[in-house]
C-alpha cells in the first residue's frame, strides 16, 4: 500500500465519476489534488457491475483494464488522508484496489491505488449521456502540460463511445423510481 507515513496520506489516481472535486469530497473531506496523471499499460472501458443494475447513472460505469502498454488512461491523483481509505473503498463497492505507478504531470512516477471494477458484469457497456458528458467536459478542462495533458486523440476516442439514447435514459430513471 502506497502512502507517507509522515503525512498520513496516500495518492489515489481517479480516472471515473471522482475527477469531480464535488463528487471525491461527498465521501473523502480530506481529498486534495496533486496533480493530473497519466496510467500507461490500461485502457479506459466502461461496463456494468452485476448487482449495480440500477444506479444513479442510469447507464454503465468507467472502470480500466489492463491492455498494450502503448494504451493509457488519463485522471486526477489525489492526496488523501489514510483515514478516508474506508469511505473511499465503501465508494467503489463494486471495485477492488489496485495498486499502480502513474505518470504525475511533472514526469514523475507516483504510486497510487486506484480501482478496477469486479469481472462479474453485465456487458451492458453504454455510459449514460450524463456521464460522458461530465466525464468529458472534465478530461478538457485539464491544463496543456505537455506531459499527461489529454491529447486531442483521447477526447476524439471518448467522443465516439456510444452512450444510452434518452429514450432507454428515461426509462431507465422510470424503472428505477418506480422500484422495478
Known amino acids: 500500500m502506497n502512502g507517507d507515513p509522515k503525512t498520513n496520506t496516500f495518492k489515489y489516481f481517479s480516472y471515473g465519476s471522482n475527477l469531480l472535486r464535488e463528487r471525491i469530497l461527498i465521501n473523502n473531506p480530506t481529498a486534495e489534488v496533486y496533480g493530473i496523471g497519466k496510467l500507461s499499460g490500461y485502457k479506459l472501458m466502461f461496463d456494468t457491475p452485476i448487482g449495480c443494475e440500477h ?4 447507464g454503465a460505469h468507467a472502470t480500466i483494464r489492463s491492455a498494450d502498454p502503448d494504451n493509457y488512461v488519463c485522471g486526477v491523483i489525489w492526496n488523501v488522508h489514510m483515514e478516508d481509505m474506508e469511505n473511499l473503498d465503501s465508494q467503489e463497492a463494486y471495485y477492488y484496489p489496485i495498486e499502480v505507478q502513474v505518470i504525475g504531470d511533472r514526469g514523475e512516477l507516483v504510486a497510487c491505488r486506484t480501482y478496477e471494477m ?16 461530465e466525464y468529458i467536459e472534465y478530461l478538457e478542462s485539464f491544463p496543456d502540460n505537455g506531459v499527461t495533458a489529454t491529447p486531442p486523440n483521447y477526447r476524439k476516442v471518448l467522443n465516439m463511445v456510444e452512450i444510452l439514447n434518452d429514450e432507454d435514459s428515461f426509462e431507465k430513471i422510470q424503472r428505477h423510481e418506480n422500484g422495478i
Open 118 to 133: 469486479i469481472e462479474e458484469t453485465t456487458g451492458d457497456c453504454l455510459p449514460s449521456p450524463f456521464y460522458k458528458k
Open 55 to 58: 444506479n444513479r447513472w442510469y
